[in-house]
C-alpha cells in the first residue's frame, strides 16, 4: 500500500472513529457531520468526499472490514468486507458440489476476511447501534435485502442451479436471516462466544433443510 493510500485509510479510520464516540456521547440525531469532521479534524468537503452522509459512516464502516478500513452488518448488509473473500472460496469448489458446500465457502470467506476481528468493543458498538437507531436499522435492512441476490450467486455457483430461481432465492433469504440472527445473538451476549463457533453452529442447524 502507497503512502496516498495509506492516508486514505487513516483519515477514514479517523472518521469512522470520531463518528462512533459521537453518536456513543452524543445521540445519533444530536451529531452533525460538521461535529464528526472537526472531531476528525477534517474539513466537511473532506468528509464528504469519503462519505455521502453520516449513516454511511457506521454501515460502511462494517461492510469494509475486509479491506482493514471498517466493520460490517447482516449479510448483505453486515458483512460486505468478506464478499471478496467468499467469493475466492466459491470459486476454488468444484463443479456440482452441494449448496451446503458452497454455503460453507461463504461463511469460510466471511470469518477469515477480517470482518469478524479487530477491535471486539468497536464491532459490538457498531453494531448495537444500528439495532437500536430506527434510521440506521432500516437503511441495514435495505441493504442486506439487496445483498440477496449476491447471495444467491454464491449459494448457486458451484451447484450450477439458478440464482434467480425460486429454490436460490428462498435459500438465501433463510441464510441472511441466520447470519443476521447469529450476529443479534452475539450482540446481545456482549461478543461471546467466539463468533467463528456460532457460524459453525449455524451452518450445522441449517445443513440438514439445505441437504434436502
Do not use: C
Not at 471486539?120 to 444500528?130: D, K, S, T
Not at 428462498?170 to 436471516?177: M, Y
Amino acid at each position: 500500500m502507497g503512502l496516498r493510500e495509506m492516508k486514505k485509510v487513516k483519515v477514514k479510520q479517523a472518521i469512522q472513529r470520531e463518528t462512533l464516540r459521537l453518536f456513543t456521547e452524543r445521540g445519533y440525531r444530536e451529531t452533525t457531520v460538521e461535529q464528526i469532521a472537526a472531531a476528525a479534524e477534517i474539513s466537511t468537503t473532506t468528509f464528504y468526499r469519503y462519505y455521502p452522509s453520516k449513516e454511511e459512516v457506521i454501515l460502511s464502516g462494517i461492510h469494509e472490514r475486509g479491506q482493514g478500513e471498517g466493520l460490517g452488518e447482516g449479510l448483505g448488509g453486515g458483512l460486505g468486507g468478506g464478499r471478496e473473500r467468499s467469493l475466492h472460496f466459491v470459486s476454488e469448489l468444484p463443479a456440482g458440489v452441494s449448496v451446503v458446500e458452497g454455503l460453507r465457502a461463504v461463511l469460510r470467506g466471511i470469518q477469515r476476511s477480517g470482518a469478524l476481528e479487530g477491535d471486539r468493543g468497536a464491532l459490538l458498538a457498531r453494531l448495537r447501534m444500528i439495532n437500536d437507531t430506527p434510521e440506521l436499522r432500516a437503511l441495514n435492512a435495505q441493504r442486506t435485502q439487496e445483498g440477496l441476490r449476491e447471495l444467491a450467486g454464491l449459494l448457486a455457483g458451484p451447484s450450477g442451479a439458478d440464482p434467480d430461481g425460486y429454490e436460490m432465492r428462498v435459500l438465501a433469504a433463510a441464510v441472511g436471516g441466520a447470519v443476521t440472527e447469529t450476529l443479534r445473538y452475539w450482540v446481545e451476549r456482549d461478543g461471546e462466544p467466539d463468533i467463528g463457533d456460532l457460524f459453525d453452529r449455524t451452518l450445522e442447524l441449517m445443513a440438514p433443510s439445505l441437504e434436502r
